[in-house]
């Protein structure tokens, strides 16, 4: 048996009954209709019973996270994300004191904190730091600002600069900004899990805390410690460049013109002078608040990356020489002599083809001749070769292969297919 909703007298405050059933409709009729907003013309302790009654219905924490949200910015204009609802709501004169205000307000934020899905993603990082600045402006307990801090920290990542930029409400505290509370809300988010500050939430929070170190430095009061302290609170693995440091230094360094030499140094040491980007190191090496040894570093630091592109770019476009002890030739090679070159050796692999086929030709043609038992036979070393045919035929008649080894030499047999290759000049000039 599920437990009922209270209703009201009102026939515009009646809840619908098929909201848990049917969730896609009903986030459709919260975000069209808003039929919610009638509630918040009532107190506290009806707001948290309705809103009990929603969630033993089975709602999704996301869509009880937009009610606590509407509901929070109707009754208290210092959490609504619109500046023209808290320009109006100060222009009105509150017929109450402002300790009674102060005291609602913060019975209000309490009540608000304690009745927060348990959920990570209920609620935005931007509503949360609404409601933690409202919060140290009204003094809540200690123990529910840790809560805010806590979700805060779970979500950096999605916090905008606009909301980040929390004001010091205490005398302790010298700077305008809050940077203490910042601090906190790093070290919070750095010591959660490896799958909750993934690498892309990593390098959001960096560029988020460089964008609030360059408007906060503004600040006269802000000390180097103060600075320091917060710039390397995060690792130099979290920053892919160090431009917005960089930024952050040099406003520094130009709203506090009297830092001394050493301070000066001990903070250009927070800036990885590798990760810098052209602009920025050519803004750094003409930069005269930054130390003589930072220019100079940041000078060899892009002249080593000259070098490096140069190196790769050489590696490319270098023509090998076939000699290595020829020197590199000084300028790339033109199209059409780079074209005349490649015709060249082309025709040079023709060529040497061709004469291989020839010596493979003439090879086999010499192991044919030499294995022909017609040439093994016997007969006088002064009968020119290949004179007549039938003289061939004639002389191997009767002698055996054995009988031709015993009486040819190899030097006999090279002589006479020298000699079958040259004949006498006398052929030349015969008619027959």
């Known amino acids: ?24 409709r009903a986030t459709n009729q919260f975000a069209d209709e808003c039929w919610f907003d009638d509630t918040c013309i009532l107190d506290m302790d009806y707001f948290v019973k309705t809103l009990a009654g929603i969630k033993a219905k089975g709602v999704r924490p996301s869509l009880i996270g937009s009610i606590i949200t509407h509901y929070a910015s109707k009754w208290l204009p210092d959490l609504s994300s619109d ?54 402006m009204v003094g809540v307990e200690p123990a529910y600002r840790v809560e805010i801090e806590k979700r805060i920290a779970w979500q950096l990542d999605q ?14 505290c010298g700077t305008l900004l809050d940077i203490e509370l910042v601090h906190r809300l790093v070290k919070r988010f750095l010591t959660l899990d490896e799958a909750a500050k993934s690498g892309a939430a990593l390098v959001k929070v960096a560029k988020l805390i460089d964008c609030y170190l360059a408007e906060a430095a503004v600040d006269s009061n802000m000390t180097l410690l103060e600075f320091i302290a917060l710039s390397g609170a995060l690792p130099r693995h979290a920053r892919a460049l160090d431009d917005g440091l960089y930024r952050a230094i040099d406003t520094y360094l130009k709203a506090h013109p009297n830092t001394s030499k050493q301070e000066r140094k001990a903070i250009c040491r927070l800036i990885d002078i590798r990760k810098l980007s052209p602009e920025a190191a050519l803004h750094a090496s003409q930069n ?7 220019v100079i570093q940041v000078l060899f630091s892009e002249h080593m990356k000259l070098n490096r592109q140069s190196d790769w770019s050489g590696s490319f476009t270098r023509v090998c020489s076939p000699n290595p002890t ?35 030709s003439m090879q086999a043609q010499i192991e044919k ?17 290949f004179r007549h045919t039938s003289t061939i035929e004639r002389v191997g008649e009767g002698c055996s ?24 000049n006398k052929w030349r000039n015969s008619v027959s």
């Open 288 to 294: 005269e608040r930054l130390p003589v040894r930072a």
């Open 1 to 24: 048996m599920r437990p009922t909703i209270p209703k009201s007298t009102d026939k515009n405050l009646e809840l619908p009954e098929t909201i848990a059933e049917t969730p896609t």
């Open 326 to 360: 020829l020197e590199t030739p000084t300028r790339c090679l033109s199209k059409r002599q780079m074209t005349a070159q490649q015709v060249e050796i082309q025709k040079l692999r023709e060529d040497v083809m061709r004469l291989q086929s020839q010596c493979t």
């Open 369 to 385: 001749i030499l294995g022909k038992k017609s040439f093994f036979r016997c007969w006088k070393l002064s009968t020119p070769l």
């Open 159 to 172: 916090a905008s600069l606009k909301e980040l930029m929390i004001p010091a409400f205490t005398h302790t």
């Open 83 to 136: 500046d023209s609802i808290k320009v109006l709501n100060n222009v009105e004169d509150s017929p109450e004191s402002v300790t009674a205000s102060w005291i609602k307000k913060r019975f209000f934020i309490e009540t608000l904190v304690g009745i927060l899905p348990p959920e990570k993603d209920s609620v935005s990082c931007n509503f949360l730091l609404r409601l933690l600045r409202v919060a140290n």
């Open 401 to 424: 292969g054995e009988a031709l080894m015993e009486c040819q030499t190899p030097v006999e047999t090279k002589g006479k297919l020298v000699q079958s290759r040259n004949p006498p």
